[in-house]
């Protein structure tokens, strides 16, 4: 089950602050199979929380910067043409932003269904595009695998600490 895998690679990779947004299952939190294979992120699954919208996800979270996640090479889909940038090098950027105004930067990283990817609706919500480069041939990615790329390339420019 793809939500165990993603709640399982926050824990791991340091990051605990869980949002669905119209999850197919609305009871997904609180299924005995989800909650036995959070394995050790039972934590992140209880803090989690359930939104109807993105806007309302978005909003209550505080962000700051919402980036959409997605394949810039889309195999299966006619899409709007958009600008991604990688994840390494914007995570960077972001830091030395962040550490020349000294202000703390919150920051949503927004990941689309298993199947279908982010709505173009929701893509045009999100202050940038990121994509994982990969073979511009075959781009795809699991969810889970994505996501866990994007963690670590995010844990690598903001380093380890018992506050992350």
């Excluded at 089950?1 to 605990?16: C, P």
């Excluded at 980036?67 to 810039?72: A, E, I, K, L, S």
């Excluded at 199947?115 to 795809?140: A, E, Q, V």
Aim: one cysteine or more; aromatic letters at 8%.
């Amino acid at each position: 089950m793809i939500l165990t895998q993603y709640i399982s690679f926050r824990k791991t990779m340091g990051f605990n602050d869980l949002a669905l947004v119209s999850p197919v299952d609305p009871k997904v939190l609180n299924r005995h199979k989800v909650i036995q294979r959070a394995s050790g992120a039972k934590d992140v699954l209880q803090n989690a929380n359930i939104y109807q919208t993105l806007e309302e996800a978005i909003h209550d979270h505080g962000s700051t910067i919402i980036c959409g996640t997605g394949m810039p090479t889309d195999m299966y889909q006619k899409r709007i043409k958009r600008d991604y940038e990688e994840p390494r090098k914007f995570f960077d950027n972001l830091l030395q932003r962040q550490q020349s105004n000294e202000q703390d930067i919150r920051l949503a990283l927004i990941f689309g269904c298993e199947d279908k990817g982010m709505l173009d609706s929701d893509m045009d919500k999100c202050n940038t595009m990121l994509g994982i480069p990969t073979n511009p041939t075959f781009g795809s990615l699991n969810l889970s695998s994505a996501v866990q790329l994007f963690a670590y390339d995010l844990r690598m420019q903001i380093g380890w600490s018992e506050e992350s």
